[in-house]
């Protein structure tokens, strides 16, 4: 089964100063981090502020998706972290 996206959810980690988004292959819940620098260079903003973290999240979902699946498929890891080189 493919890794899906079917919660719209996400939060931002201040600590890790990331967005947190979950995926699903099957049963198994995958859990991804996208850092603030790499939806910066999505979004060209020069805030890392929560609320301009996630608005570039929900702007640009469907290719932080298709990123989340490409490193996915890269080999199984607890927590998947995507970084500005993962969205190019």
Do not use: W
């Not at 973290?53 to 998706?65: E, G, K, N, P, V």
């Not at 298709?66 to 498929?73: D, I, P």
Request: glycine content about 4%.
């Amino acid at each position: 089964m493919p890794l899906e996206f079917p919660n719209p959810s996400r939060s931002f980690d201040e600590v890790r100063k990331a967005v947190r988004f979950v995926g699903h292959d099957g049963m198994f819940e995958v859990p991804f981090f996208i850092q603030a620098d790499a939806l910066a260079s999505i979004d060209r903003r020069p805030e890392t502020a929560e609320a301009a973290c996630l608005a570039a999240f929900d702007a640009a979902r469907h290719s932080i998706h298709t990123s989340a699946r490409k490193l996915y498929a890269g080999g199984r890891r607890t927590i998947y972290t995507i970084t500005a080189a993962d969205m190019r």
